[in-house]
């Protein structure tokens, strides 16, 4: 309430939350051509009886004060923000749940590559040391023999 200069109080309304302009609206109300010598209190009436939307709107209960109110909002503001901060760490670890099975997953096929190839490796490796083997023996015998022959040779008259 503020006190005019000839002595009469007047009403200053404003928006609690700092949200709506209602003073601003209530002079523009006062300016109109066809509210001429309507009442303060009644020009104000029908400014604040305005239907408005408000993404600031909180509902007002009888019998708190508005520091109340103000806190309720805040308590529910952190709740809908821890709401959404779990809603996130949930998608998030479904992220990472789906992350690591796709590793897993690729971890085996790794796996069943490496088996396969170390498999055909081991039958590649196996063949040929049985041909280097074979090899050998022939070599051995070869030489063996020949060194009877030289042997009968040697002592041939």
Same mark, same amino acid.
């Given at each position: 309430?503020?006190?005019?200069? =000839?002595?009469?109080?007047? @009403? /200053?309304?404003?928006?609690?939350?700092? #949200?709506?302009?209602? *003073? &601003?609206?209530?002079? !523009?109300?006062?300016?109109?051509?066809?509210?001429?010598?309507?009442?303060?209190?009644?020009?104000?009436?029908?400014?604040?009886?305005?239907?408005?939307?408000?993404?600031?709107?909180?509902?007002?209960?009888?019998?708190?004060?508005?520091? =109340?109110?103000?806190?309720? @909002? /805040?308590?529910?503001?952190?709740?809908? #923000?821890?709401?959404? *901060? &779990?809603?996130?760490? !949930?998608?998030?670890?479904?992220?990472?749940?789906?992350?690591?099975?796709?590793?897993?997953?690729?971890?085996?096929?790794?796996?069943?590559?490496?088996?396969?190839?170390?498999?055909?490796?081991?039958?590649?490796?196996?063949?040929?040391?049985?041909?280097?083997?074979?090899?050998?023996?022939?070599?051995?015998?070869? #030489?063996?023999?020949?060194?009877?022959?030289?042997?009968?040779?040697?002592?041939?008259?």
């Amino acid at each position: 309430m503020r006190e005019r200069e =000839d002595g009469s109080v007047g @009403l /200053h309304f404003r928006c609690f939350r700092q #949200a709506q302009p209602i *003073h &601003e609206e209530l002079r !523009a109300e006062l300016s109109k051509p066809s509210s001429n010598g309507v009442p303060y209190q009644v020009a104000a009436l029908e400014v604040i009886r305005r239907d408005r939307w408000c993404d600031r709107w909180f509902k007002f209960e009888p019998g708190s004060s508005l520091k =109340d109110h103000l806190d309720w @909002l /805040h308590m529910l503001q952190l709740d809908e #923000a821890r709401r959404e *901060h &779990e809603l996130r760490l !949930a998608g998030m670890e479904a992220e990472s749940r789906k992350s690591a099975e796709k590793i897993q997953a690729d971890s085996l096929e790794i796996a069943k590559a490496l088996k396969t190839t170390t498999e055909a490796t081991g039958r590649f490796n196996t063949k040929w040391t049985r041909i280097a083997v074979a090899i050998a023996v022939a070599a051995l015998l070869a #030489a063996g023999t020949a060194a009877v022959f030289e042997a009968l040779t040697y002592f041939k008259p």
